[in-house]
């Protein structure tokens, strides 16, 4: 026999097991929400940019940039602008991106000032996995349909990492055709 005190106790544990539940459902839903938020904050970015894309080249160029990231959409989401002098004054360029709790996946979008007609575009999609960040799409590229990837990768408190690669089909290999080193300023 369930007397009054033992209903009031059951009540309220099966409240606190649905507030753990609720609490352990958002807070893993937090947690993969933050994977971004090592890129909060003002960068400045050493670029090394291969010369020729998918012509075996081995010749790099580098230049400057600055970037600021910050959260938007109360942590679902990430802007920020990328400003340098290389591809001509005042070039900026623009990424958000957006992360989806129920697939587990970010998207990321990219518009920038070179290119304004192409507007607010999609890019690549992808997670992290054990502090690596992969993410794939297609761009056009000469006029062509190619496979595209992000690699992010967190390297210190003050540095981070990212490479941009498109596939080869002719050697059916990934070709790293740009390179991000980011350190905080």
Not at 3 to 31: A, D, F, H, R
Not at 124 to 131: I, L, R
């Amino acid at each position: 026999m369930i007397t009054k005190t033992m209903g009031t106790i059951i009540i309220i544990l099966i409240g606190l097991l649905m507030n753990i539940n609720s609490y352990s459902q958002k807070n893993q839903t937090m947690v993969e929400i933050q994977n971004f938020d090592f890129l909060i904050g003002k960068w400045s970015i050493v670029n090394k940019k291969l010369k020729e894309r998918l012509q075996n080249s081995d010749e790099w160029i580098e230049f400057p940039a600055q970037m600021e990231s910050k959260k938007i959409l109360n942590g679902l989401g990430v802007m920020d602008e990328f400003k340098t002098s290389y591809f001509g004054d005042e070039f900026v360029g623009l990424s958000i991106r957006i992360f989806n709790p129920k697939l587990n996946e970010w998207t990321i979008y990219w518009a920038d000032t070179m290119y304004p007609e192409l507007k607010l575009t999609e890019q690549v999609v992808g997670s992290f996995k054990n502090g690596i960040g992969l993410f794939y799409g297609k761009e056009i590229f000469k006029g062509k349909e190619v496979r595209l990837r992000f690699i992010w990768k967190k390297e210190s408190l003050k540095t981070v990492y990212w490479e941009q690669a498109y596939y080869d089909e002719t050697s059916n290999a990934w070709e790293t055709n740009w390179i991000m080193q980011f350190t905080k300023m």
